[in-house]
């Protein structure tokens, strides 16, 4: 079965500066891979995704991604981070072939003035 | 939200008691999910449907059933509510075809207490 594995609960950056979200993943087959982001009481909201093609992926506000198949990650990462950038993280992981998507448990990004 | 209303959006309710919750689309999606979110675990999928009365399971179903008998409403029944089930639940719906395939789109949630 697949698995996504976020290892840092907790990333704070100055705004300006870069921002990685970490995020790997496991599962049997081609992946597709997702981020969303989630501000508080609200519901997830998509920001980009790889299917297939470019291993480089831009999506919305400025966030991009980059396909990494062998060491299996596909990090989330923006140029230059705003205090409005300040949310709750999450990346997931389904096959291809499969419609059950398992998403990690969250990164809370942090930007500080 | 992408077309997606839920309801309630919060509710209390006792163990043993039964409780549904509802999502409507007003995208004509062919696939609706469920999902709950716990500190800790992210999001995990409950059931699925990928048609009207086509449901199937997901990572965490027990306790759980679900209903569609319409393209846009997909309900989710708590048979017996227990203080486990305490959470926020989300729904999403995804299609097939053009630039949105795969995509999942989420609901604002329905938080809900089980005393």
């Known amino acids: 079965a697949q698995s996504v594995a976020q290892p840092e609960d907790q990333v704070n950056v100055a705004e300006g500066n870069p921002l990685t979200v970490k995020c790997t993943y496991s599962?049997?087959?081609?992946?597709?891979l997702f981020w969303y982001v989630q501000y508080p009481n609200r519901g997830l909201q998509f920001l980009l995704k790889y299917i297939t093609g470019d291993n480089l992926v831009k999506g919305s506000y400025g966030f991009e991604a980059e396909f990494n198949k062998s060491q299996t990650s596909f990090h989330l990462k923006k140029p230059s981070a705003l205090v409005s950038d300040s949310a709750l993280y999450f990346c997931a992981v389904r096959a291809a072939q499969d419609n059950d998507m398992r998403f990690g448990a969250g990164t809370r990004l942090t930007v500080k003035p | 939200d992408a077309g997606i209303t839920q309801s309630p959006r919060h509710k209390v309710t006792e163990t043993g008691t039964p409780v549904t919750l509802r999502c409507h689309q007003t995208e004509n999606h062919r696939y609706m999910y469920w999902y709950r979110q716990d500190p800790g675990h992210g999001l995990r999928l409950i059931h699925y449907s990928y048609g009207v009365k086509d449901t199937d399971k997901g990572e965490v179903s027990d306790g759980y059933s679900v209903s569609r008998s319409k393209t846009e409403d997909f309900l989710l029944t708590l048979e017996s509510a227990t203080s486990s089930q305490t959470s926020v639940y989300f729904c999403a719906i995804s299609n097939v075809g053009g630039t949105s395939t795969d995509t999942q789109y989420f609901g604002p949630g329905t938080r809900l207490t089980v005393l």
């Open positions: 599962v049997s087959g081609n992946p597709y």
